[in-house]
């Protein structure tokens, strides 16, 4: 089982950037496909990206094509997610999930290990 820390979310006025970052202990990362997820309040969870267990494959929403980068680094055991020209839409609390599938999927019901979550807030 492995355990997901979610960290790096705060309130940055749109058009700026934030770097969230998601360390993984219990087990190693690299066994993963990673996946982040958003949910505002009242609407349900999202899909943001994901990435595959070597970092080669992405798949990213719509919503945040071009504007958010999801990366890796299993030395780290740490995946990231750089999101760039935000949005007051982007506002929502950020969950980092792990899938022990090998395949990349972006329906946060296919993965099995969860982190607390980060907000992050846009203002306009």
């Known amino acids: 089982q492995v355990q997901l820390v979610e960290s790096g979310g705060g309130l940055v006025q749109a058009g700026g950037s934030l770097r969230l970052s998601c360390a993984a202990s219990g087990r190693t990362l690299s066994t993963y496909v990673m996946g982040w997820f958003r949910q505002a309040p009242g609407k349900e969870r999202e899909s943001v990206a994901t990435i595959s267990r070597l970092g080669g494959t992405t798949y990213y929403a719509d919503s945040v094509k071009g504007r958010f980068t999801i990366s890796r680094d299993n030395a780290k055991n740490t995946v990231y997610l750089q999101m760039n020209s935000l949005k007051p839409e982007d506002t929502a609390v950020y969950y980092c999930?792990?899938?022990?599938?090998?395949?990349?999927?972006?329906?946060?019901?296919?993965?099995?290990?969860w982190g607390q979550g980060t907000q992050v807030t846009v203002s306009s």
């Open positions: 999930a792990a899938r022990r599938d090998t395949t990349l999927t972006l329906i946060p019901g296919s993965y099995d290990y």
